[in-house]
């Protein structure tokens, strides 16, 4: 892997971009630069993606072998999940409720490849990952030789058109919070998007306009129309502390993610994983309290259980008791409530002065693509910039 600068900026680059929906490209950094750049790439080899690939498959199985173990034994103990979230958890998994998406971050320093976490439930920065690097890749002189690990477009649509067979159903809710923002939006009209280009009939709604109809016991829309399958980014711990989540067991509504995805967006999943896979090549180490860290190992990652963009994570160092926050890390009450896991620190590589992480897509039980996003500091923030890739075949 190796960070190459110098692309040419597309003469029509604002045009291409807002073309495919990527109209949040401009978001600002902390530096005044924009969330993408056309000049900026990160480099593989064809080993590298063929093991990142393999790694993101061999979690993924993992994890939903995790998730069947913990749902049959009810060990529920250090997620802190309400009453209700424990039944919604087990209902969806013993209906099978189908899934769509999720994305492991990992670092990779070109010799390990180790997970960070599992964003299970509200993954973003889809639309840059599957479109916008690929269209780059295609239009910026000198790469017509090269390849990219992205199919995920493609993937997304025979998932969409899996569901629609599976479920019977003929339309489709998306939904996210009315003020979001564009990058969320942004994610939502391109799902909603690829889903018609699959054969369904769409409908977009904000999070806060969704109803209930007590007589026929079924979410609705604006519209009174029932709601059968509903795309929400929105986190399911949000979801399910709403005042309608206690009709969710008898509204026979779908939701993409399931709930039972909770046990795999908590970062408990960390410690857990850990004490079920030791010392496996591609897992940090990490538990649910400092004293059980090993001895000889000193600096750690406090991450709380639930938490987004890098906000309140904090760095350990066990030889003298010191806890200090990351630098550029956001605080929130609602994620500093929610517990914590310590994670042995990894030194991710710095290339002129960022630091890069990968994001490895899944869509269904498949691996299929990638894209990276660098920071200023070793903890990705919500000012981060999303880099595009490309392997040497």
């Known amino acids: 892997m190796k960070r190459v600068t110098g692309f040419p900026t597309r003469p029509d680059m604002v045009q291409q971009l807002l073309n495919v929906g990527f109209d949040y490209y401009n978001l600002p ?65 013993r209906n099978q409720d189908p899934y769509l998406y999720g994305r492991f971050d990992f670092g990779y320093d070109g010799d390990n490849l180790k997970m960070f976490e599992y ?130 067991t008898v509204a026979q509504t779908l939701f993409i993610e399931p709930a039972w995805k909770m046990l795999l967006s908590n970062k408990a999943l960390l410690a857990k994983l850990w004490a079920r896979y030791p010392n496996h090549p591609n897992l940090l180490p990490a538990y649910f309290t400092p004293f059980e860290l090993p001895k000889d190992l000193s600096m750690w990652v406090k991450k709380p259980l639930l938490g987004r963009e890098g906000a309140n994570v904090f760095y350990y160092e066990k030889n003298n008791g010191v806890e200090f926050a990351a630098k550029g890390s956001e605080h929130s009450t609602f994620y500093g409530n929610s517990g914590y896991v310590y994670q042995q620190k990894f030194e991710l590589p710095s290339f002129d002065g960022m630091y890069p992480i990968i994001g490895s897509w899944v869509v269904g039980d498949v691996a299929c693509g990638m894209g990276l996003r660098e920071d200023f500091t070793a903890v990705t923030g919500n000012d981060s910039h999303f880099i595009p890739h490309y392997f040497v075949p």
């Not at 964003?119 to 990219?148: F, M």
């Not at 009315?178 to 904000?206: K, M, P, S, T």
């Open 29 to 93: 950094s902390s530096d005044g630069s924009h969330y993408w750049s056309d000049n900026v790439a990160y480099e593989f080899t064809l080993a590298e993606i063929d093991r990142i690939e393999d790694t993101t498959n061999e979690l993924h199985s993992m994890c939903l072998d995790f998730a069947a173990d913990e749902i049959k034994k009810g060990d529920y103990e250090n997620y802190r999940f309400t009453e209700l979230q424990k039944q919604l958890i087990e209902t969806s998994w």
């Open 119 to 248: 964003n299970a439930d509200t993954p973003t920065s889809l639309l840059e990952a599957a479109v916008v690097q690929w269209q780059w890749l295609e239009q910026i002189e000198g790469l017509k030789h090269r390849d990219q690990f992205n199919w995920i477009h493609e993937e997304l649509i025979k998932h969409f058109q899996f569901l629609k067979q599976q479920s019977g159903k003929t339309d489709f809710h998306l939904s996210a919070m009315q003020d979001a923002g564009r990058e969320d939006w942004g994610n939502v009209d391109y799902l909603a998007d690829v889903a018609y280009n699959a054969g369904w009939n769409i409908h977009q709604l904000a999070v806060e306009d969704i109803g209930y109809n007590s007589e026929t016991k079924k979410f609705v829309d604006l519209n009174d129309q029932p709601i059968e399958m509903l795309f929400k980014l929105y986190p399911l711990e949000w979801l399910s502390h709403a005042e309608f989540a206690r009709h969710i």
